[in-house]
């Protein structure tokens, strides 16, 4: 049987994709991680939803 890779985990593959093709994603990648790690513990299955980004954003304006 096949685990489901957590979205951290791909968040993490995709950037070390991107930076093995030369790009930096400094601030890209840990926003990308961060959304990832919210995902995660939000127990989030399926597709990415609107409500799902609007409630990280939310989130993410309140700690600035």
């Avoid at 990308?32 to 989130?59: E, M, N, R, Y």
């Amino acid at each position: 049987m096949r685990t489901k890779k957590s979205m951290q985990r791909r968040a993490q593959e995709y950037i070390d994709e991107r930076r093995r093709l030369g790009y930096d994603l400094s601030t890209t990648g840990a926003k990308l991680l961060a959304f990832a790690s919210f995902a995660d513990k939000a127990d989030h299955k399926g597709p990415l939803t609107l409500q799902l980004i609007v409630d990280w954003a939310k989130g993410q304006a309140t700690r600035a």
